[in-house]
């Protein structure tokens, strides 16, 4: 009886195990007989000649070992053979040649064997319930999932899903302005998963460009019936980004349906992303139009497009600049990423200064990456850069102090010296 009891008791304990794992049964029927037939095989030496059926709902098993009936005086092995007047004892009507069915007990392998069987099962079933978890995130990268913030670290969060499986939200994934307490719940999506040493590691990414593709798919019906296609996204993580779409249909406004009445349907999506400022635009074949709209809000006279060296050179009103440029660079830098060109910012002066001198003049003595970055911010000519503020030029272009000091000292020295000269004439 308490042989039985032990028995039940070990199916039973991976039974349990199976429900809350999501193994499915043919799975751990599988993993039990194979468990099986490896403790019969060592102690026996085979587990050819034995039959063995779970039943995981009543939560037994049994084992039947067939044996060949021999005469007496040729039995040579135990668990292959059984003597005919052992036979005769089940049935008179058995006869040499003929097999014989029981039914052998867990206890005839020993306790211990029973104690190896159960760390062998246990071992067996994390191993499968590592790698079904690893599978089954694997098939989830690119969607969004949801998890309760279980612990709050200085580097990660962890999460744990409806099934309490551990998800990683990294804090180089996360938005800066992101802040969650343990049993909130946080959103992300599902951005890589990785497997070392079969310890599966999903890690969550809510600063992906695929995040803000999935929110907009949930909240835009259009986009999840496919009438409106995502062309294109740039962001920056919790300040601003910049989404083109396309619809199939002309009748359909495709930024007006992603915005929705008085922007209501955007405006879920922006306190997702803790107040990031989203930008919808249309999309185009038409490379020159698209940089246009990609710069939005800014209002462009003429543009050229060089498409070998994926670079535009853009021109517009002084007062349009700032616009084109936006905060810290932002507009520019999203516009570049969304439609995949370098895009150069320069003011577009009716009344040209003949005095002025346009930048790339002083390559021989200012470095071109520098020279680079000043026309970025629309300083094309050397009045442009003299007419903007030190703070301006180290902040926007991203200078160091002693080099905007050093390209201003040049510059003025230039001017200096024409007035000199202009001086002399006199």
């Known amino acids: 009886m308490g042989k039985k009891k032990e028995t039940i008791s ?27 037939r490896n403790v019969i095989s060592k102690t026996i030496g085979t587990d050819e000649n034995y039959d063995i059926i779970i039943n995981p709902d009543k939560g037994d098993l049994e084992i039947w070992r067939n044996r060949t009936i021999v005469e007496d005086d040729q039995f040579e092995d ?10 005769l004892k089940i049935d008179e009507d058995f006869e040499v040649g003929e097999e014989v069915t ?19 099962l246990a071992s067996k079933i994390l191993e499968l319930e590592k790698d079904n978890l690893y599978n089954k995130y694997k098939e989830k990268v ?11 670290w200085k580097k990660e969060l962890l999460l744990l899903d409806d099934e ?71 962001r920056i993580p919790g300040e601003r980004a910049k989404v083109a779409v396309e619809a199939y249909d002309d009748r359909i406004d495709p930024v007006g349906a992603c915005v929705g009445m008085k922007g209501f349907r955007i405006h879920g999506i922006v306190r997702e992303l803790r107040n990031e400022n989203i930008d919808v635009i249309n999309y185009t074949n038409n490379t020159s139009l698209f940089i246009q709209r990609a710069l939005s809000p800014a209002r462009i006279n003429s543009i050229t497009v060089k498409e070998e ?28 990423m969304l439609t995949g060109y370098n895009i150069e910012v320069f003011r577009d002066i009716d009344d040209v200064d003949e005095e002025d001198i ?30 903007t503020s030190r703070e301006r ?22 001017f200096d010296e024409e007035e000199d000269k202009g001086a002399e004439e006199e």
Request: with cysteine.
């Open 10 to 36: 070990l199916i039973d304990t991976f039974s349990e195990f199976n429900e809350l794992k999501n193994i499915d049964k043919a799975t751990l029927i599988s993993v039990l007989e194979e468990s099986f």
């Open 78 to 87: 135990p668990n292959l053979e059984i003597t005919l007047s052992e036979a």
């Open 102 to 120: 029981d039914e052998v007990s867990l206890e005839h392998f020993g306790r211990r064997t029973i104690l190896n069987l159960r760390q062998t």
């Open 142 to 152: 690119g969607e969004i999932v949801s998890g309760e913030v279980y612990q709050v």
């Open 164 to 234: 309490h499986n551990e998800l990683i939200l990294p804090k180089t994934e996360q938005i800066p302005s992101d802040f969650f307490r343990k049993g909130e719940h946080a959103r992300a999506v599902v951005a890589r998963v990785e497997n070392k040493n079969n310890n599966p590691r999903i890690i969550l990414s809510r600063i992906s460009p695929v995040f803000l593709e999935r929110l907009f798919e949930q909240e835009i019906p259009e986009i999840a019936d496919g009438l409106i296609t995502i062309k294109g996204i740039a």
């Open 309 to 336: 060296e994926r670079r535009a050179e853009v021109f517009l009103n002084p007062e349009e600049v700032s616009l084109a440029i936006g905060k810290g660079g932002a507009n520019i830098k999203l516009a570049s």
């Open 358 to 387: 346009y930048l790339d003049e002083f390559r021989d003595e200012i470095d071109g990456w520098v020279i680079d970055q000043l026309k970025k911010i629309g300083c094309s000519t050397a009045k442009n850069v003299l007419a």
């Open 393 to 414: 030029l180290i902040r926007e272009a991203d200078l160091e102090e002693s080099t905007v000091d050093e390209v201003l000292a040049i510059l003025r020295f230039e």
